[in-house]
């Protein structure tokens, strides 16, 4: 005789409770925690609380792009030229490699002393990086940054998850990744006046002025709702549901194939054995990632299950690549006006402006659209659509293109890329179960970040070795440590005549490559766009079920046989 639903549910629930970590609480718990009605902050507290955490990602956002015009000054003092890519390299590096355990940590602790705890590590490297008296100590404070700022960044989607009602998550995320790219594109501009108007220290020392104030105001406004439980577990259970073993096979295999890209074919051949050897080892400790993973099951960095439905990792892919694409665009844009154009800092980042102004709007744009429609894939496929054709015209630009062109491009690309990049977040966000969202939100973070670790890297080794090859065939006399170690706003200064025009030109061909390359992205999220599955986000009432409710909830659909509960359990 088959069971009921009732005792399969019962079993279930009993099954959940002998599991480490589980969110199974007694049956009294679990009817407490059902029977809390969903609260929301609104008005002044939620704009105030709102006003904290975006704020603090722009501190985040300022640092990431902020080190591109503090690098000549750090070079000035401490004459390590050698070091130049692991200044903006540590960051990305610590953020992709630590995202997964702050999703942990957020699932198993508080979540508002974890994020707490983020911001204080990310003002703690921002004081090393300050103080540093040598280059070690800048990219120790840089990767300390980077810690902290994956925690912020994480901890920020999170809170807008638990805080703010589910209808408002789209425009909330929207908002928030169009302060962030803002607060990017700045970063240069802002660097550029401290390094030349006082010192790149003040690059870093600024953020304790205002991280200070966003400490206090968090202490007196964050609250999450009481319906938020965080998953009992003991000490030992968090520690190795953290996967420390994944975190330094990832952390690792990140740092093999940086050295691996920033020495091949600048300082060391391709075919030199010290290249190989990091190559293979990246290889390696990639694989040796993947099966530990699958071998730590639920307690694993990146947890399977959580990935398995296509709904996860098709966005995840998505937004892997079409971060690919931004990050190339929005790093290498600014090194095209200041070389070709011989453009300032300053100026080159006013000339950003159109993007970041687009990318805004399209971001906003679509996050009403999708809270009132709920559907989020065919806006990831016109944006995709719409950054493929931008990217397109950037990668046409020349030498002697005019500022329309320029301008035009930007804005195309920028409207896309804000309509389709906070799209996945919000998406797996909304079809995770409450539990898991923290974890979910952990996997995106680490997308977003590990995509700037492998691609920024990438492009940075094809840019360099495309450039080198080019001007070292045309002008065979010039220095290859003068022109590399030279930066894209002094090229006026360092050479001239028939050098700078060589230069100009192999300069050309670099960005070229790399255009090239973000165009290949582009078009390939086109692609990922179409597998995203067709689905409405869950309303509002739907959301705020505690998932034991939901669950079992659809277990008696599938008893019932059902059509709906056909499809969920396909999905």
Same mark, same amino acid.
């Given at each position: 005789?088959?069971?009921?639903?009732?005792?399969?549910?019962?079993?279930?629930?009993?099954?959940?409770?002998?599991?480490?970590? +589980?969110?199974?609480?007694?049956?009294?718990?679990?009817?407490?925690?059902?029977? *809390?009605?969903?609260?929301?902050?609104?008005?002044?507290?939620?704009?105030?609380?709102?006003?904290?955490?975006?704020?603090?990602?722009?501190?985040?956002?300022?640092?990431?792009?902020?080190?591109?015009? $503090? *690098?000549?000054?750090?070079?000035?003092?401490?004459?390590?030229?050698?070091?130049?890519?692991?200044?903006?390299?540590?960051?990305?590096?610590?953020?992709?490699?630590?995202?997964?355990?702050?999703?942990?940590?957020?699932?198993?602790?508080?979540?508002?002393?974890?994020?707490?705890?983020?911001?204080? *590590?990310?003002?703690?490297? +921002?004081?090393?990086?300050?103080?540093?008296?040598?280059?070690?100590?800048?990219?120790?404070?840089?990767?300390?940054?980077?810690?902290?700022?994956?925690?912020?960044?994480?901890?920020?989607?999170?809170?807008?998850?638990?805080?703010?009602?589910?209808?408002?998550?789209?425009?909330?995320?929207?908002?928030?990744?169009?302060?962030?790219?803002?607060?990017?594109?700045?970063?240069?501009?802002?660097?550029?006046?401290?390094?030349?108007?006082?010192?790149?220290?003040?690059?870093?020392?600024?953020?304790?002025?205002?991280?200070?104030?966003?400490?206090?105001?968090?202490?007196?406004?964050?609250?999450? @709702?009481?319906?938020?439980?965080?998953?009992?577990?003991? /000490?030992?259970?968090?520690?190795?549901?953290?996967?420390?073993?994944?975190?330094?096979?990832?952390?690792?295999?990140?740092?093999?194939?940086?050295? $691996?890209?920033?020495?091949?074919?600048?300082?060391?051949?391709?075919? &030199?054995? +010290?290249?190989?050897?990091?190559?293979?080892?990246?290889?390696?400790?990639?694989?040796?990632?993947?099966?530990?993973?699958?071998?730590?099951?639920?307690?694993?960095?990146? @947890?399977?299950?959580?990935?398995?439905?296509?709904?996860?990792?098709? #966005?995840?892919?998505?937004?892997?690549?079409?971060?690919?694409?931004?990050?190339?665009?929005?790093?290498?844009?600014?090194?095209?006006?200041?070389?070709?154009?011989?453009?300032?800092?300053?100026?080159?980042?006013?000339? =950003?402006?159109?993007?970041?102004?687009?990318?805004?709007?399209?971001?906003?744009?679509?996050?009403?659209?999708?809270?009132?429609?709920?559907?989020?894939?065919?806006?990831?496929?016109?944006?995709?659509?719409?950054?493929?054709?931008?990217?397109?015209?950037?990668?046409?630009?020349?030498?002697?293109?005019?500022?329309?062109?320029?301008?035009?491009?930007?804005?195309?690309?920028?409207?896309?890329?804000?309509?389709?990049?906070?799209?996945?977040?919000?998406?797996?966000?909304?079809?995770?179960?409450?539990? &898991?969202?923290?974890?979910?939100?952990?996997?995106?973070?680490?997308?977003? =970040?590990?995509?700037?670790?492998?691609?920024?890297?990438?492009?940075?080794?094809?840019? %360099?070795? /495309?450039?080198?090859?080019?001007?070292?065939?045309?002008?065979?006399?010039?220095?290859?440590?003068?022109?590399?170690? =030279?930066?894209?706003?002094?090229?006026?200064?360092?050479?001239?005549?028939?050098?700078?025009?060589?230069?100009?030109?192999?300069?050309?061909?670099?960005?070229? &490559?790399?255009?090239?390359?973000?165009?290949?992205? %582009?078009?390939?999220?086109?692609?990922?766009?179409?597998?995203?599955?067709?689905? /409405?986000?869950?309303?509002?009432?739907?959301?705020?079920?505690? %998932? =034991?409710? %939901?669950?079992?909830?659809?277990? #008696?659909?599938?008893?019932?046989?059902?059509?709906?509960?056909?499809?969920? #359990?396909?999905?």
């Amino acid at each position: 005789m088959a069971d009921s639903p009732e005792l399969e549910n019962s079993n279930k629930a009993e099954l959940d409770r002998s599991q480490p970590g +589980s969110t199974s609480d007694g049956p009294q718990e679990q009817k407490d925690l059902d029977e *809390i009605p969903p609260e929301y902050a609104t008005g002044v507290r939620l704009v105030l609380i709102m006003f904290t955490i975006f704020v603090s990602t722009i501190l985040v956002s300022l640092e990431i792009g902020i080190i591109a015009t $503090a *690098i000549p000054g750090i070079t000035n003092d401490f004459r390590k030229l050698d070091d130049v890519g692991w200044y903006g390299c540590a960051t990305f590096i610590l953020a992709a490699s630590s995202s997964p355990l702050w999703g942990k940590l957020f699932k198993y602790v508080n979540v508002k002393w974890v994020y707490l705890s983020a911001v204080g *590590i990310f003002l703690v490297g +921002s004081i090393v990086a300050a103080a540093a008296p040598n280059s070690v100590s800048v990219i120790i404070g840089r990767a300390i940054q980077g810690l902290g700022a994956s925690g912020v960044l994480g901890g920020t989607l999170i809170v807008i998850n638990y805080v703010a009602p589910p209808r408002n998550h789209p425009i909330l995320i929207g908002t928030w990744m169009a302060s962030f790219m803002v607060s990017t594109i700045l970063g240069p501009v802002i660097g550029g006046a401290f390094t030349s108007g006082v010192t790149w220290r003040w690059c870093f020392w600024i953020n304790l002025p205002v991280g200070g104030p966003i400490i206090v105001l968090l202490l007196l406004f964050l609250r999450i @709702p009481k319906h938020i439980k965080k998953v009992p577990a003991t /000490r030992q259970e968090i520690i190795l549901a953290l996967d420390l073993p994944g975190f330094c096979l990832l952390l690792v295999s990140l740092i093999c194939l940086t050295l $691996a890209l920033q020495w091949g074919g600048q300082t060391k051949a391709w075919n &030199d054995g +010290s290249v190989i050897a990091t190559l293979v080892m990246w290889i390696v400790l990639s694989i040796g990632f993947l099966v530990t993973e699958w071998l730590q099951g639920h307690r694993a960095m990146v @947890p399977f299950s959580i990935l398995k439905p296509r709904m996860t990792w098709s #966005n995840a892919l998505f937004c892997l690549i079409s971060y690919a694409a931004l990050y190339q665009v929005l790093f290498y844009l600014p090194i095209y006006f200041q070389s070709i154009h011989g453009q300032s800092a300053i100026i080159s980042g006013v000339n =950003t402006l159109p993007f970041l102004a687009f990318f805004a709007l399209g971001a906003v744009v679509s996050g009403g659209v999708i809270g009132k429609t709920r559907y989020t894939q065919p806006f990831e496929l016109l944006g995709a659509l719409i950054m493929t054709a931008g990217v397109a015209l950037i990668y046409i630009l020349d030498v002697d293109s005019s500022k329309a062109m320029y301008i035009g491009a930007e804005v195309l690309f920028g409207f896309g890329i804000g309509i389709c990049n906070q799209i996945p977040m919000t998406a797996v966000q909304g079809f995770s179960k409450l539990e &898991d969202v923290s974890s979910a939100t952990g996997i995106m973070v680490m997308c977003q =970040t590990l995509s700037g670790a492998y691609f920024v890297a990438i492009a940075q080794s094809l840019f %360099a070795n /495309r450039m080198l090859q080019t001007v070292l065939s045309s002008a065979s006399h010039l220095d290859a440590t003068l022109v590399l170690g =030279t930066g894209a706003s002094e090229l006026q200064d360092v050479f001239s005549g028939d050098d700078l025009k060589e230069v100009i030109a192999a300069y050309m061909v670099g960005i070229k &490559d790399v255009f090239a390359f973000s165009l290949a992205c %582009a078009a390939f999220s086109v692609l990922l766009s179409l597998i995203i599955p067709f689905k /409405r986000l869950p309303d509002h009432g739907k959301k705020d079920k505690p %998932a =034991t409710e %939901a669950a079992a909830e659809e277990e #008696n659909k599938k008893a019932e046989g059902t059509v709906d509960g056909g499809k969920e #359990n396909q999905s």
